[in-house]
């Protein structure tokens, strides 16, 4: 096999930077910057280059993963059975390929399916305990999401406890909750009067509802509620989704009734085109039709993929545009540095939603549309959510267009900005630009890094706007008058936020290099780097060579590394953190947990998720994967084709697990993990 091309490698990390920051934008801080579209493009180029190149797939893709980690405002809920997202399709042609690869491996003529609206809403899980509401969670990267209990609670179509003698002890229902559009507009109107900021649409609507930290507030929303699956479930007789959704709606839960038994493709087409032809009239936001196949038996024989059921699609609907002016072209400065170019347009209803605002990408994407300041544009709002300018039109031109120049100083620091010639995006390199230091500041105190409760945006944009925090290592000299300065900031938030601030002296070597920012290197490649260094001294010193010879690192993230640590600015930050208190433990110090001093081994592949992911979750239990088997491993995890470890393990005695028992074994021990 070839080794592939530092093109693809880097345009591979990229692509995953890149995809990374938008999940965030959209899962975390509900503030999208692209649109459907545009992050279906992305993302199926990502699958094709995995696809041509398997041996530069890793455990933190976005391949791998659903959605994004949870907001740090909020305490982590690990889901028993991982919350998976679902592959898109945009044709009747690429539904009846679906539909083909489906029948092909049931060895069936036809099958039926399930059809059911998709909501534009934030998907959530309840799990009921002995028939009593106990915790509610929303997805956040599908393994693990964030306590939306309080919240939930206040939703009154939710039951907080379920009136059926056929519930089994536990029960994970899952579901969307959403907004209706009437209500949208008439919780827009009243936010207007107020001289408040209006949500862009009902699903940012919902999402912002659903993350308040007073539940009052959440309670004063129009939030409703459909459900449609199940997690754990044991013993529950039922064997189809039909059943399923009958089940859900004996328990009083509310279930969508616009749903459809078909039997085979064309009968779901119907249906997908009557929703279409109907969705005006539907008092909530749809942007597709879920085909499910209905028969459970089925389901389990088509399994998944690492971030999607085989069993089931989502047909989205076509994007609906309009057509307005671009009065101008503002550029947004990310963590990384990294300039967006956002088009400021003449409000246009489009679905509608007003919109005033679009996403362009990058300055190539500009001049490649030829998108000038004062053009006629077509605006789509792709999936019906976020809106972008899909082409000018220059015959409607009047001659006083301007072109767009990325400019050559931040608009934010007036620091100097410069592309890389390897990629499209332009970058302001000042470390200390305002922009760039608080979206830093943020991700340092996110809940993978330094995890300071209290440290939100509003509170970072005070910090920064008043001068109290010019660097991040300035966090840590704040002191309690500063702070009681700030509007809304009371005596008990003060010393609550101090109280986090020193605790994250004593952060983790993982989590600090992690809190960093440094390009390239997620919380898998910061686990490796404290694996393989054990002190910041040691990595700060290494060679390119060493840091490529890591089984996690390729070579952009290994230069990356490298770039880092040559920058005189941050080993000065480095030195402030040390000067300032910070002195970062091994991992190992506190791999605490129900599987702490359990040490695994895997040998083949894994059908449900990649090696690298189950060693996370085995990690973040407490245990430790190693290489090699000896007397000192507890379990072997063998996946398909395993190697000559799993005759070691049978002659050593080690308890050997296939793939079902492994996962069952990580579901019983983080139900443990949190009683």
């Known amino acids: 096999m070839s080794r592939p091309s530092k093109r693809a490698q880097r345009e591979l990390e990229d692509l995953r930077n890149e995809i990374?920051?938008?999940?965030?934008?959209?899962?975390?801080?509900?503030?999208?910057?692209?649109?459907?579209?545009?992050?279906?493009?992305?993302?199926?180029?990502?699958?094709?280059?995995?696809?041509?190149?398997?041996?530069?797939?890793?455990?933190?893709?976005?391949?791998q993963r659903v959605g994004a980690p949870p907001a740090a405002e909020f305490p982590a809920v690990q889901h028993a059975v991982p919350m998976l997202s679902l592959n898109n399709c945009f044709s009747e042609q690429?539904?009846?390929?679906?539909?083909?690869?489906?029948?092909?491996?049931?060895?069936?003529?036809?099958?039926?399916?399930?059809?059911e609206p998709k909501l534009d809403g934030v998907s959530v899980e309840l799990t009921y305990e002995d028939g009593v509401l106990t915790t509610a969670s929303t997805r956040?990267?599908?393994?693990?999401?964030?306590?939306?209990?309080a919240n939930v609670r206040t939703i009154r179509q939710v039951p907080l406890q379920l009136d059926s003698e056929q519930l089994p002890p536990v029960l994970d229902v899952r579901g969307e909750v959403y907004i209706e559009t009437g209500a949208f507009r008439a919780l827009n109107s009243q936010r207007a009067e107020e001289g408040l900021s209006l949500f862009a649409n009902p699903r940012n609507a919902a999402a912002g509802s659903l993350r308040q930290l007073d539940p009052s507030v959440t309670a004063s929303r129009p939030l409703k509620l459909f459900c449609y699956a199940v997690g754990r479930a044991s013993n529950l007789a039922v064997r189809t989704q039909q059943e399923l959704l009958r089940y859900l709606r004996k328990l009083r839960l509310p279930v969508n009734p616009l749903y459809q038994l078909s039997e085979g493709v064309e009968e779901a087409l119907g249906f997908y085109n009557r929703l279409a032809g109907e969705r005006r009239e539907v008092p909530y936001q749809v942007d597709g039709c879920v085909v499910k196949v209905n028969d459970f038996a089925q389901r389990q024989a088509l399994g998944q993929v690492s971030r999607a059921p085989r069993w089931a699609i989502?047909?989205?609907?076509?994007?609906?545009?309009?057509?307005?002016?671009?009065?101008?072209?503002?550029?947004?400065?990310?963590?990384?540095?990294?300039?967006?170019?956002?088009?400021?347009?003449?409000?246009?209803?489009?679905?509608?939603?007003?919109?005033?605002?679009?996403?362009?990408?990058?300055?190539?994407?500009?001049?490649?549309?030829?998108?000038?300041?004062?053009?006629?544009?077509?605006?789509?709002?792709?999936?019906?959510?976020?809106?972008?300018?899909?082409?000018?039109l220059p015959e409607q031109r009047e001659g006083s267009e301007e072109p767009f120049h990325m400019p050559s100083r931040c608009p934010v620091?007036?620091?100097?900005?410069?592309?890389?010639?390897?990629?499209?995006?332009?970058?302001?390199?000042?470390?200390?630009?305002?922009?760039?230091?608080?979206?830093?500041i943020l991700h340092f105190a996110s809940r993978g890094g330094a995890d300071i409760e209290g440290l939100g945006v509003k509170r970072v944009d005070q910090l920064v706007d008043k001068g109290l925090v010019n660097r991040i290592s300035d966090l840590f000299h704040l002191t309690h008058e500063q702070l009681t300065s700030l509007e809304r900031m009371g005596e008990k938030s003060a010393h609550n936020l101090l109280r986090e601030i020193e605790?994250?002296?004593?952060?983790?070597?993982?989590?600090?290099?992690?809190?960093?920012?440094?390009?390239?290197?997620?919380?898998?490649?910061?686990?490796?780097?404290?694996?393989?260094?054990?002190?910041?001294?040691?990595?700060?010193?290494?060679?390119?060579?060493?840091?490529?010879?890591?089984?996690?690192?390729?070579?952009?993230?290994?230069?990356s590394v490298v770039d880092f640590f040559s920058s005189e600015d941050n080993r000065q930050l480095i030195r402030e953190l040390q000067e300032a208190g910070v002195d970062p433990h091994p991992a190992d110090a506190s791999s605490t947990g129900p599987l702490?001093?359990?040490?695994?081994?895997?040998?083949?592949?894994?059908?449900?998720?990649?090696?690298?992911?189950?060693?996370?979750?085995?990690?973040?239990?407490?245990?430790?994967?190693?290489s090699s088997v000896s007397s000192n491993v507890d379990y072997l995890i063998a996946g398909d084709s395993p190697g000559s470890k799993l005759d070691d393990a049978r002659r050593l005695g080690i308890t050997v697990l296939d793939e079902q028992a492994f996962f069952q074994l990580l579901s019983d021990y983080s139900d443990s993990s949190r009683e």
């Not at 956040?140 to 209990?149: F, N, R």
């Not at 780097?529 to 490529?548: C, I, M, N, P, T």
């Open 94 to 115: 690429e539904l009846h390929q679906w539909d083909d690869r489906v029948r092909r491996m049931l060895a069936a003529e036809i099958v039926t399916y399930l059809c």
């Open 140 to 149: 956040g990267d599908g393994y693990q999401g964030e306590d939306v209990t």
């Open 413 to 440: 620091c007036d620091g100097p900005v410069v592309r890389d010639p390897d990629e499209a995006l332009h970058r302001c390199h000042n470390l200390s630009c305002p922009a760039r230091l608080k979206v830093a």
């Open 596 to 626: 702490e001093q359990t040490a695994f081994v895997f040998t083949g592949s894994l059908e449900g998720m990649a090696r690298r992911e189950a060693a996370e979750r085995v990690q973040r239990l407490g245990g430790r994967v190693v």
């Open 20 to 63: 990374h920051e938008h999940d965030h934008r959209y899962y975390v801080l509900n503030q999208p910057v692209i649109s459907d579209a545009e992050y279906d493009r992305l993302f199926r180029r990502l699958l094709e280059l995995e696809t041509q190149n398997p041996e530069l797939v890793t455990a933190d893709s976005p391949s």
């Open 503 to 559: 605790a994250a002296k004593g952060i983790r070597l993982d989590r600090l290099i992690y809190a960093l920012g440094i390009r390239h290197v997620g919380a898998t490649g910061a686990r490796a780097l404290a694996s393989r260094f054990g002190s910041l001294q040691s990595l700060a010193q290494a060679d390119y060579e060493q840091l490529v010879d890591i089984p996690e690192f390729g070579p952009v993230a290994a230069q």
């Open 314 to 392: 989502a047909f989205k609907f076509p994007s609906q545009e309009a057509v307005t002016r671009v009065r101008d072209i503002a550029v947004q400065v990310g963590r990384t540095g990294a300039l967006t170019p956002v088009a400021k347009l003449d409000p246009v209803t489009v679905g509608g939603v007003t919109v005033s605002r679009a996403t362009l990408h990058n300055e190539q994407e500009i001049h490649r549309k030829d998108i000038r300041i004062g053009d006629r544009v077509v605006v789509r709002r792709a999936g019906d959510v976020i809106p972008e300018v899909v082409k000018p």
